[in-house]
């Protein structure tokens, strides 16, 4: 079975508005409203992928934030209203985060913080039970090879909790080196039918995060246009192969829930990059989502795109 059968297709995420934000009541319903779905459901595309913070929906004393839930669950609506399905992402958890400038700590070592990972999603599979319309994604990003082993055993007793709540939702699964196609081969075997492989794409990073302050490898002030950048059109066959060999291997589908361009690449050629990655998801029946609508240094709505995005739309 492929996430398109499920109705999962092209997507958008919905980066910066419960993740990688202030957290303020502003923010969190201001940033994305009801009418962003409205327009993504305009795009042609078909589901929504949001990124939210364990710290959105736990109390650090313990206990739920209802605010936080509430939230979540107004967002699930709009999507319905539009149409729309819903990737609901734990971007970081008790721990854990991809970002290490987030200082969260230890939680491939620790019984509590995987405790508190257990019963959050035990609560948000209680409460966002529509296995129609949300697929859950354990978790964003994981970093480092050493904690494979670790990753295995709690995803494995993670999904086991959550299908005894919901024994049919979608389950997204990704590996190490932030969901690397080429780590997938060292995740466990899906533990059913709807445990999806799930990885990310921003080959080749120097073109795709060129400026990006964030990455530490690469000289901000380089700049690489698409011509010199060496994506052929067999580029992302090669750079998806070992998970494309995989999923196959193991009776699994492939969705990658990040891929895009950072807004310091023009116009044209991000839509130069987007055309080829974009024939290679669709050769191999592989789903997505782009990385992101609004800003987060990669917005697809924001104004810097308004030349080409009639172009660069159905690329998506």
Not at 72 to 85: F, Q, T, V
Not at 122 to 140: G, I, P, W, Y
Not at 148 to 153: F, G
Not at 175 to 202: E, M, Q, T
């Amino acid at each position: 079975m492929k996430m398109k059968d499920f109705g999962f297709y092209r997507g958008v995420d919905l980066g910066g508005w419960f993740s990688q934000c202030d957290y303020s009541e502003d923010r969190m319903d201001n940033f994305i409203k009801e009418e962003d779905f409205s327009v993504i459901a305009g795009w042609g595309l078909d589901h929504v992928r949001i990124p939210v913070d364990y710290n959105v929906m736990e109390k650090d004393e313990g206990g739920w934030k209802t605010d936080g839930f509430r939230r979540i669950e107004k967002a699930l609506k709009w999507a319905e209203k539009n149409s729309l399905k819903v990737v609901l992402d734990l971007h970081k958890t008790a721990g854990f985060s991809f970002d290490a400038g987030e200082k969260e700590d230890g939680f491939f070592v620790s019984e509590k913080y995987q405790n508190r990972f257990y019963c959050l999603w035990e609560e948000m599979a209680r409460q966002f039970t529509d296995v129609k319309n949300v697929a859950f994604e354990l978790l964003n990003e994981v970093t480092d090879p050493t904690f494979i082993d670790a990753w295995n055993r709690i995803s494995r007793e993670c999904i086991r909790r959550v299908r005894g709540i919901t024994p049919d939702s979608l389950i997204l699964l990704g590996s190490y080196h932030n969901n690397a196609p080429d780590a997938l081969k060292d995740l466990a075997a899906p533990a059913d039918s709807r445990v999806i492989y799930n990885f990310h794409c921003y080959s080749p990073v120097e073109f795709t995060h060129q400026g990006a302050y964030w990455v530490p490898w690469l000289d901000p002030k380089a700049r690489v246009p698409f011509d010199k950048a060496g994506v052929d059109e067999n580029f992302f066959e090669r750079v998806f192969a070992p998970a494309i060999e995989v999923a196959k291997a193991r009776g699994t589908a492939l969705y990658c829930g990040e891929y895009g361009v950072i807004d310091i690449v023009s116009p044209e050629d991000t839509v130069k990059w987007y055309k080829i990655i974009h024939d290679t998801f669709e050769k191999y029946e592989i789903t997505r989502s782009a990385w992101s609508y609004r800003k987060m240094d990669f917005g697809l709505a924001d104004e810097r795109l308004d030349g080409v995005r009639e172009q660069l739309i159905p690329l998506l």
